[in-house]
């Protein structure tokens, strides 16, 4: 698929789906195409000991969005790529858009872990307008071979010190750049502004690399940063949560 841009995403990460938002702003101005694809946080960890590196919860949060990768790959190889997009936008409003529920009072490792059940896939896929059959994917480690190609191939556009997102602007010859990470969506004229900024970065030869590793918590209702509210600010090491280097 020839498009303007190639976004590759995991969908339990919290600030892939920020910049998507953006990227969906920005995709409705200028009538741009974006090709979803994959990108892989479990895969890309698959040698670290997570009990050693990352804070506990989030082996199962990776492992689930291994799992929601899997059904993307069926869908896209039943339903065609156009359908990823519809995918991913029911991923991130049910897991980011909605608040903690207070009724179902889950540990941040059991809410994490169940984004990779059926039960927490048949209202997405029903919402994407996909058959809920897709489902059975979650369970074929069969699709872990075109995700971790597809992570490669992201990982050789960039190089490995980075996290998720990655974009690929005006591929298949222009550059691709881990990011931008952004806590808070930007109004409809910012979106196209900032837009303008990172691209004019992107397109010159010699630029690789603007970053500060402390981030706002995005604005997200999952996270308890409403729209207009500023999250506590984190320090995030080399594009993640690892507690070491």
């Not at 969005?65 to 065609?80: D, F, I, K, T």
């Not at 960039?158 to 298949?172: A, L, N, S």
Request: charged share 25%; with cysteine; net charge negative.
């Amino acid at each position: 698929m020839d498009a303007d841009i190639n976004f590759y995403f995991d969908p339990v990460c919290p600030f892939a789906w920020m910049t998507s938002k953006w990227v969906r702003q920005v995709q409705a101005q200028r009538d741009y195409t974006v090709d979803w694809r994959f990108i892989s946080l479990r895969l890309i960890n698959a040698n670290v000991d997570y009990d050693a590196q990352f804070p506990p919860e989030y082996e199962a949060g990776h492992t689930a969005g291994l799992r929601l990768l899997r059904v993307a790959a069926r869908a896209r190889a039943e339903h065609g790529r156009e359908s990823i997009a519809r995918l991913y936008e029911a991923f991130g409003t049910h897991i980011f858009e909605a608040a903690p529920d207070p009724v179902n009072q889950r540990t941040e490792g059991e809410e994490r872990e169940r984004r990779g059940t059926r039960e927490f896939v048949g209202p997405i896929l029903a919402q994407a307008g996909l058959p809920l059959a897709l489902a059975d994917a979650l369970d074929d480690d069969s699709w872990d071979t075109e995700i971790r190609q597809e992570t490669d191939e992201a990982l050789a556009l960039t190089g490995k010190d980075v996290g998720t997102p990655i974009i690929h602007f005006e591929p298949p010859a222009g550059v691709a750049f881990f990011g931008p990470v952004i806590s808070r969506l930007p109004d409809e004229e910012s979106a196209a502004e900032l837009w303008d900024h990172v691209v004019g970065l992107a397109r010159f030869p010699g630029f690789a690399e603007l970053k500060r590793s402390l981030r706002e918590r995005p604005q997200l209702p999952a996270l308890g940063v409403t729209a207009g509210a500023t999250g506590q600010q984190e320090d995030w090491h080399g594009g993640s949560r690892r507690q070491k280097k």
